[in-house]
Structure formats: C-alpha cells, structure tokens
C-alpha cells in the first residue's frame, strides 16, 4: 500500500489548486465571451420578429393615437386581416420559414449558454461552497467541513447537471416548437436570485398594458427597470441585474388592434385599467406588445389575469442566464454565477407535458421540411435521424 507522504500531498495539493485556479478563469473569460456572442446571435432573433410582423413600425401610437383615427384604423386593418385569413397563413408561412433560424438560436442560447451556466455554476458549488452551514465558517472548521461534506457536493455535482441537460433538451424542444425570442427581464438582484432560484415571477399589477410578466426586447429596456435597483460593485461600478431568457409568447396582441373601450385602459398608471385588459384579453391570446412612445422601444408582458402581485411559474419563461451590465454598453457584462442553483425547468409537470406537445409538433415540422426541401428535414442539422 503506497504511503501518503508529505511530498505527495503537497504535490497534490498544488495540481488541485493549478487546475481549480484554471477552471475558474475559464469560466470567468468564458462566461464573458458568451454574454459578447449573445448579440450575432440576437440579431437572427431579432429577423424572425421583424418577419412576423414587417408592418409593426406603423402600429406604434401614443394614448391620443390610439384612441383618435389611427387606432381605428389599425384596428380596421387587423379585423380584415385577420378575418379573412391573411394575417394567419402569412404568420403560419413564417413560421415554417423560419424553423432553421430557430434551430440556430436555440443551440446558442438553450445549449451552449445555458449548460455552460449551470456547468459552471456547478463547479464552484463543488469547490467553492459558501452556503448553508459553511456561509460564516472559517479556518479549520470551513477545511474539516469542505472534506466533510465534499461527497455530498459530488453527487449533487451530477445530479445537477444531469437535470440541466433534460432541462436543456425541454428547451430547444419548445423553441423549436412554437415561435420562441430571447427577451430580457431588469430587477434587483435579491429578485433575480428568488426568480431563478425558485422559478417563480412576479405578476405586475397592471401598470400599462395588463397584469402579467413584463419583458423587453433590448437589454436597454431591462436597464431602466433594473435602474432603480442599481448596485454598486467591489470595483466601485455601477452595475444592472438582468435576466435573460427564453419567451415563448404563442399568440400575440398589439394594443392598437384592441377594441376601444380597451384601447382607453392602456397607460393607466393607477393599475386598474390594466387589470382589467388582462380579464379582457382571452384566448387564443396570451400576450400583449406596445411601444412606449416615452422610451422609443417595443415592450412585452404575458398577460396573467387576475394574479396581480402573485408568484406564479410559466412553461412559457426559461431563464437561460443573468448578467451584470454597465451603464455604457449594453453587453459591457458578464453572465453570472447564481449562489445557490437554479430551478430546474424539466421538474414540472406542466413543463414535461408542453415538452411532449411540442415533441408531436417538431416531428411534423421536421417531416414537413424533408418533403418540401429534402435532406432528411432541418433535425439532420444537428445528427437526429427520422
């Protein structure tokens, strides 16, 4: 039996903390690099949403807009649209049309950035422990209770990331499946580690365009809801929490095509006004967008009617990471490290049903693409053979 000599574990002692110091500099660079690349690949994102809608730059209207001629006539317009068929057989086209970019998008940013994420996260669990009953150890009691409690870290180290591929796999099925953006969410930071941690939201209570879930799609937008909840840094920075995530909006209103009885209760900051278009928006919608003629931007919010001021979970919500960022540059950030772990998306049962949905809807995609363009179907892309 070889004897555990002085030299020995010291020489140990000294790989362990090369190869740990290491990993941690991969996973600081590389979570930088993520956060940068995530903008090529917004850019395809943001394609797909222009395409679904080229004429949305005309549907931008403030509150005496909205109510005078124009929201009638965006109203008008809608209505014969709609019911003569025009807008949902162009929408449905897009949709198909765009699978491939889909597909790009969601190995960026439900793969590569979300396992890294929760990979890494992981990682400094598994060595860098400062939870629980380690948070205020020091010394010799936080090395006796690192040895301790490092086999119990390990197999969560597993399980973890065990989960995180189902996880992974659930969402790229989803964003396959139905029409899926990356849009971004500014809070503070204690939100930002009860939202991810838990995977629960808070519905707002109606302050503009209905009771529900607000997103936006710029970072811009996160950082002035985020602004409020600015935090200083170690290095003395001023620096936004935001989330980033996946939204899956399915059906989607424009405030101007509302009726306008329901027009008039939009940007009534009192909140009773959106509280009751969120009781009024009913199926097949889910969702509302407007511009906010003050900002000069589109904002989003998954209407939840009836909720106001709620916790609640929607299989429609992947969080895929969440960044700090600077007030200078938008993706002058870095993707962060969540103390504690995450909610893991695969552990719901609405989730693992909407996934299995959503299986049935790719595989008649997938046969649809073949018979039209051939090649096995977009699926052959990424190795899947059908």
Same mark, same amino acid.
């Given at each position: ?7 020995l ?31 090529? !690949? ?8 222009? @395409?679904? *809608? +080229?004429?949305?730059?005309? %549907? $931008?209207a403030? /509150? ?11 109203r ?24 491939p ?14 396992? !890294? ?8 669990? @598994?060595? *860098? +422990?400062?939870?629980?009953? %380690? $948070?205020?150890? /020091? ?5 006796a ?50 939202i ?62 509302l ?37 000069g ?9 009836g ?37 893991h ?42």
């Open positions: 039996m070889q004897n555990f000599s002085p030299e574990i010291f020489s140990t002692a000294i790989l362990i903390a090369i190869y740990y110091s290491l990993a941690l500099l991969f996973i600081y660079v590389f979570r930088g690099i993520l956060w940068w690349f995530s903008g090529a !690949f917004y850019l395809v994102d943001e394609f797909m949403w222009f @395409l679904y *809608n +080229p004429l949305r730059v005309f %549907m $931008r403030n /509150k005496k807009q909205r109510e005078g001629v124009k929201g009638k006539v965006t008008g317009s809608f209505l014969i649209f709609t019911t003569f068929l025009i807008a949902p057989a162009y929408k449905l086209a897009i949709y198909f049309l765009t699978t970019l889909r597909l790009i998008t969601a190995i960026y940013f439900d793969v590569i950035m979300y396992l !890294f994420v929760m990979a890494s996260d992981t990682i400094e669990e @598994l060595f *860098n +422990p400062k939870l629980g009953a %380690m $948070r205020f150890k /020091k010394g010799f009691k936080y090395f209770l690192w040895i301790v409690l490092f086999p119990y870290r390990l197999f969560w180290f597993f399980v973890k990331n065990i989960l995180a591929l189902v996880d992974s796999m659930m969402m790229v099925i989803i964003s396959l499946a139905w029409p899926t953006f990356t849009m971004f969410h500014g809070t503070s930071h204690e939100a930002v580690t009860s991810e941690r838990a995977g629960r939201w808070m519905v707002g209570r109606g302050n503009f365009a209905g009771s529900g879930i607000y997103f936006g799609r710029s970072i811009k937008t996160a950082k002035l809801y985020a602004g409020t909840k600015a935090f200083v840094n170690n290095d003395g920075q001023t620096m936004f929490p935001i989330i980033m995530a996946r939204v899956t909006l399915s059906a989607l209103r424009n405030i101007t095509t009726k306008e009885d329901d027009r008039k209760k939009v940007a009534d900051f009192s909140g009773q006004g959106g509280r009751e278009l969120a009781q009024r928006i009913k199926f097949p919608y889910f969702a509302t967008e407007f511009w906010r003629t003050d900002n931007w589109w904002e989003y919010c998954l209407i939840r009617g909720e106001d001021g709620k916790l609640v979970k929607s299989w429609r919500i992947r969080p895929v990471g969440y960044a700090h960022v600077k007030p200078e540059n938008s993706y002058s950030g870095s993707l962060q490290r969540l103390w504690g772990g995450k909610a998306y695969c552990l719901s049962f609405t989730n693992i049903a909407m996934a299995a949905i959503s299986v049935v809807i790719v595989l008649a995609l997938n046969y649809g693409h073949a018979e039209l363009f051939g090649y096995g179907g977009f699926l052959s892309f990424i190795g899947f053979r059908i």
